[in-house]
């Protein structure tokens, strides 16, 4: 069992930054992959970044290449979205989520989820 809990989110102004955080409960943390998430109003949720156990493969969606970068800390149970260039089509609620599998991309395919952080992007 695997308990996550996202901080981070808030308000900032188109071309500004943010740093995401997951902090992950139990002692497997490092036996998953982890990847983030978003949902914006009247979307349906999107793949945003992912990263392997150990955080030596990283993907990301197109849409956020080169703006955002996964990251994790497997000694402080943690795993980081930093996200660089917001844009306001960047709003949405981010999760973060674990699953055993490397390179997953489809939400159903993970198995533990955090309740979610509001990113809001001004312009």
């Known amino acids: 069992q695997v308990q996550l809990v996202e901080s981070g989110g808030g308000l900032v102004q188109a071309g500004g930054s943010l740093r995401l955080s997951c902090a992950a409960s139990?002692?497997?943390?490092?036996?998953?992959?982890m990847g983030w998430f978003r949902q914006a109003p009247g979307k349906e949720r999107e793949f945003v970044a992912g990263i392997s156990w150990r955080g030596g493969t990283t993907y990301y969606a197109d849409s956020v290449k080169g703006r955002f970068t996964i990251s994790r800390d497997n000694a402080k149970n943690t795993v980081y979205l930093q996200m660089n260039s917001l844009k306001p089509e960047d709003t949405a609620v981010y999760y973060c989520?674990?699953?055993?599998?490397?390179?997953?991309?489809?939400?159903?395919?993970?198995?533990?989820w955090g309740q979610g952080t509001q990113v809001t992007v001004s312009s």
């Open positions: 989520a674990a699953t055993p599998r490397i390179g997953v991309r489809t939400g159903s395919l993970y198995d533990y």
């Open positions: 139990g002692r497997t943390f490092s036996s998953y992959a």
